[in-house]
C-alpha cells in the first residue's frame, strides 16, 4: 500500500498533466480532462483512506491488565449528574410512597378522551379551551396536565374499594401547554397527580393530607389556605396556597400558589364505574418545576429546559 506521501506525490504528477490541455486537439479535450479528474478523484479517496489510516495507529489501546497502577491508567470521562427535577421528583413521590401512596406513571401522548371526557368537560365546554393543549397530526395529545391519568388509575384500583380498602395513587408526570414561555411559563414541565377514594373520604382529609406533604417536602411549619378554583372534575374545587416563609426568602406576606384540588365530581367516578353514593375522593395535581423553584430560590423556569450547563452544575 502507497504511504501518505506517495500518495501526495502521485497527486503533484498528476496536477502537472492538467497543464497538457491546452496541447491536446480540442475534440479530444474533454475525454482527455474527465480522465485526469476520475484519477484524482481516486487518488484523493486514497489519500483519505491512508491519512485516517495513520491517524488510528497512533491511538495506543489501554491495557486495563498493566499491574504497575492497577484502574489508574484507565482514562475518565467527566461524569454528568441527574436532572434536579428528576432528583426532586423522587423526592417527592418518596414522601407519597412513604404515606401509603401506590405510584403509576403518565404517558406523554394521550387521548381526547382521557383529557377531556373521562374528566367531566363534555364536547364543547369552554373550560378545554383553558388547557392550551399541543394536538399532533394524528389528532393525539400531548398531556396539559397529569389529570389525563385519573380514569385510567380510578379503573386500575377499583379493586382495592371492592375488597373494602381504598385508592391511593400519584402519578408523576411530564406535560405540555401551547402558551408563550417566560420567567414563570414553559411549554413543558413536571406535575404530580394524586387521587384519593374510600368510604369516608373527607376534605379536611385532603387538607390534613396536602399540608403535611408540604411540610415535609421543605422540612419546616408551614401556613396554607385555600382560594376558590374551577375544574369539572372536582366539586369543589379550589386552590391551595402556601405562606412563603422567611426562611425562602418570604416576608411572611406572600401567598403562592401550589396546586389544584378537590373532590372528584361525581361523573368522574361513575365513569370509572365506582358508585359516587357510596364512595367519596379527592385529587390533586400540581407543578414540580414550581415546587423546585421555591425550594432553591429560583427565578427562571426555563433554566429547567434549556440544558444549560451552567444552570445545571449548580445543584
Ligand atoms: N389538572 C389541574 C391543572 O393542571 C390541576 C388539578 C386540579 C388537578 C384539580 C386535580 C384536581 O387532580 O382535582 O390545572
Same mark, same amino acid.
Given at each position: 500500500m502507497l504511504s501518505v506521501e506517495e500518495i501526495k506525490a502521485e497527486l503533484k504528477a498528476l496536477n502537472a498533466e492538467y497543464a497538457k490541455i491546452k496541447d491536446i486537439p480540442a475534440e479530444d479535450r474533454k475525454a482527455f480532462g474527465q480522465e485526469l479528474n476520475k484519477k484524482r478523484e481516486a487518488l484523493q479517496a486514497k489519500l483519505q483512506k491512508a491519512l485516517d489510516d495513520a491517524e488510528s495507529e497512533n491511538i495506543e489501546p489501554i491495557d486495563i491488565t498493566a499491574p504497575s497502577a492497577p484502574n489508574q491508567n484507565i482514562p475518565e470521562i467527566p461524569r454528568g449528574s441527574r436532572h434536579p427535577l428528576m432528583t426532586e421528583l423522587d423526592r417527592v413521590v418518596d414522601i407519597y410512597s412513604r404515606m401509603g401512596f401506590d405510584v403509576m406513571e403518565a404517558q406523554q401522548l394521550d387521548d381526547e378522551f382521557h383529557m377531556f371526557e373521562s374528566l367531566n368537560f363534555p364536547e364543547g365546554h369552554p373550560a378545554r379551551d383553558g388547557y392550551d393543549t399541543f394536538r399532533t397530526s394524528e389528532g393525539f395529545i400531548p398531556p396539559a396536565h397529569t389529570s389525563t391519568m385519573q380514569h385510567r388509575a380510578l379503573k386500575k384500583y377499583k379493586k382495592n374499594l371492592e375488597n373494602g380498602g381504598k385508592i391511593a395513587v400519584v402519578i408523576p408526570g411530564r406535560v405540555f401547554r401551547n402558551e408563550d414561555v417566560d420567567a414563570t411559563h414553559e411549554h413543558t414541565f413536571y406535575q404530580c397527580e394524586g387521587i384519593f377514594v374510600s368510604k369516608g373520604t373527607t376534605m379536611g382529609q385532603m387538607m390534613g393530607l396536602l399540608k403535611n406533604f408540604f411540610e415535609t417536602y421543605y422540612g419546616q411549619n408551614l401556613n396554607i389556605k385555600t382560594q376558590p378554583g374551577y375544574f369539572?372534575?372536582?366539586?369543589?374545587s379550589v386552590e391551595l396556597l402556601i405562606e412563603k416563609p422567611k426562611s425562602l426568602? !418570604?416576608? !411572611? =406576606?406572600g401567598w403562592l400558589e401550589m396546586l389544584g384540588c378537590g373532590m372528584i365530581h361525581p361523573n368522574v367516578l361513575k365513569m370509572a364505574g365506582i358508585d359516587p353514593n357510596t364512595y367519596k375522593g379527592f385529587a390533586w395535581g400540581g407543578g414540580i418545576d414550581r415546587l423546585v423553584m421555591l425550594k432553591y430560590g429560583l427565578? =427562571?423556569?426555563r433554566n429547567f429546559e434549556s440544558g444549560k450547563l451552567e444552570f445545571l452544575k449548580e445543584f
Open positions: 369539572p372534575f372536582t366539586e369543589p426568602g !418570604g416576608k !411572611g =406576606d427565578t =427562571d423556569v
